[in-house]
């Protein structure tokens, strides 16, 4: 299995070899993050630049360390502070970054599409980091790279995703990629946070709570982003937190060994309780690790080389 | 273009006498097997410190520790390949500062891939030293590097290919000279 793509614009394009090289390219990339010299030479000269029309801490954290620890030069752009307030378009800015000898963009843009956009205006390769409410693959890997170091594989696993479904490019993404590898996922939230025809993308569709967590491996809850809450969907965080808010009795319905994810930042006390987010079937911290060990597979893999050349088998 | 066999250079028995050999010479500079560990570069080198370590303990009634390295990550020519190699894991379950390393490889070539290894090596801490120890150096060295323990040197031109078999990988042991022929 090789990899062949400029870019990694969303799971929904990406076939299930290519996501379990992913996944294991990102194996020995743990380890670097864990040592003491968390460097490698591999990526010496070339340059990421992080290009957040968002707000993140995390996503570009993680962007910028894995970038750092494949010896790259990280470069990190907000909007805020940046030619965008000026009014320069998406395009643009993309194609100065590219001048200047960006060899990866990393975008994160509120607009859906805006990578795909990107990665056919310039020529360097292009994450998607999260587009609107279309996809945010990164994330899913990571989320997939975590059950799998945990349960050893992911297919036949029953996957249960709580919360903002319509809102959130995390379920989409995770929806591709688990069933790709063979998860049956369950989605779950209020009426109005699911979206009609999900159960299109292969999902069972609750609205009850209990019922959806019986027999469950894992359960990944969602954050409420209170960002994209102003169209009042549900009527207070409080009853959200009473019917859908993830405590100990409710965690008890799934199975004894089941894995709790959250793809952060966790609003305690509405997504979930503070006994659980720091509870023993918490990954939360974990899939912080392994975010970064994910992103700098990906690094790796889309920088390969001077594309059509021989491959050089000498010693 | 195909590979065609040109010549047998060791059958499953001079390996064997050349691996009990440098085991002997390992033990013979170290002075013994004190604070000694093998590592083994990805794939073949694996085996082979397997092995050595295996006469090593029967020689000495001590067994030495073994790390497997991959130096994917610290290749030369990552921007000159079409596709990115796949990565595997780095597995040294001790820690390499103060400790003799031995280092070992199948063939010895353009000292490339040891160069990688050294870098390695480096980065998960500081060793008393490191060696060098190969099954076969076939020379065209384009780095300053030499071997401390070599099982056999073989004069080979840039055009041939030189395949070392190990039971463990390919099912048998043997070293071939390989030719493309066209």
């Not at chain 1, 205006?121 to 059950?147: R, Y």
């Not at chain 1, 919360?163 to 209020?190: C, E, F, M, Q, Y």
Request: proline fraction near 3%; charge should be positive; include cysteine.
């Amino acid at each position: 299995m090789n990899w062949w793509r400029k870019d990694l614009l969303g799971l929904e394009q990406l076939s299930r070899e290519e996501i379990n090289l992913i996944l294991d390219t990102a194996i020995p990339m743990k380890d670097i993050v864990q040592r003491d010299i968390k460097k490698v030479p591999t990526l010496r000269g070339r340059t990421v630049v992080n290009l957040f029309y968002e707000p993140s801490t995390r996503t570009r954290t993680s962007f910028e360390l894995a970038g750092k620890y494949m010896g790259a030069n990280t470069v990190n752009i907000s909007t805020g502070s940046s030619s965008v307030v000026k009014g320069e378009s998406l395009k643009d800015t993309a194609k100065i970054l590219e001048v200047m000898g960006a060899d990866v963009v990393v975008i994160r843009h509120s607009m859906a599409g805006a990578a795909q956009i990107l990665a056919e205006t310039v020529s360097a390769s292009v994450i998607n980091a999260g587009d609107g409410i279309h996809e945010h693959p990164t994330q899913a890997l990571l989320d997939m790279f975590t059950i799998r170091e945990e349960k050893g594989n992911i297919s036949g696993l029953t996957v249960t995703i709580v919360g903002d479904i319509l809102h959130s490019r995390v379920v989409r993404s995770n929806i591709w990629g688990l069933t790709k590898l063979g998860a049956r996922v369950r989605v779950v939230g209020p009426p109005t946070l699911i979206p009609c025809g999900i159960e299109n993308l292969g999902v069972e569709v609750y609205y009850s709570l209990e019922e959806a967590l019986v027999g469950s491996d894992v359960v990944m809850a969602l954050r409420i982003q209170k960002e994209r809450q102003k169209k009042g969907l549900f009527p207070s965080l409080r009853e959200y937190a009473r019917l859908y808010g993830i405590t100990r009795e409710r965690l008890a319905l799934a199975k004894p060994d089941c894995l709790l994810l959250h793809p952060g930042p966790v609003n305690r006390g509405v997504e979930l309780s503070s006994e659980v987010a720091d509870g023993a079937q918490s990954m939360i911290n974990r899939q912080v690790t392994n975010g970064v060990a994910v992103r700098m597979a990906l690094l790796f893999l889309l920088t390969g080389g001077a594309k059509g050349e021989a491959i050089d088998t000498g010693r | 273009m195909q590979l065609k066999e040109k010549v047998q250079l060791m059958d499953a028995d001079k390996i064997r006498r050349t691996l009990t050999r440098i085991a002997h010479e390992i033990i013979e500079k170290n002075k013994g097997v004190e604070n000694l560990a093998l590592i083994g570069i990805r794939r073949r080198g694996v085996p082979l410190a397997q092995r050595i370590a295996a006469k090593i303990a029967e020689i000495e009634g001590k067994s030495v520790d073994i790390g497997i390295l991959d130096i994917t990550l610290y290749r030369d020519d990552l921007s000159t390949l079409a596709q990115q190699p796949v990565v595997h894991k780095t597995e040294i379950p001790f820690s390499v500062k103060g400790k003799k390393l031995v280092l070992v490889d199948d063939v010895l070539f353009t000292g490339r891939t040891v160069r990688a290894a050294l870098d390695a090596i480096i980065d998960l801490g500081r060793p008393a030293c490191i060696q060098l120890a190969v099954l076969v150096d076939r020379g065209h060295r384009e780095l300053p590097i030499r071997a401390d323990f070599v099982g056999k040197n073989v004069p080979t031109s840039r055009k041939e290919i030189i395949s070392v078999k190990l039971a463990e990988i390919d099912g048998e042991d043997r070293v071939i000279i390989e030719e493309f022929t066209d």
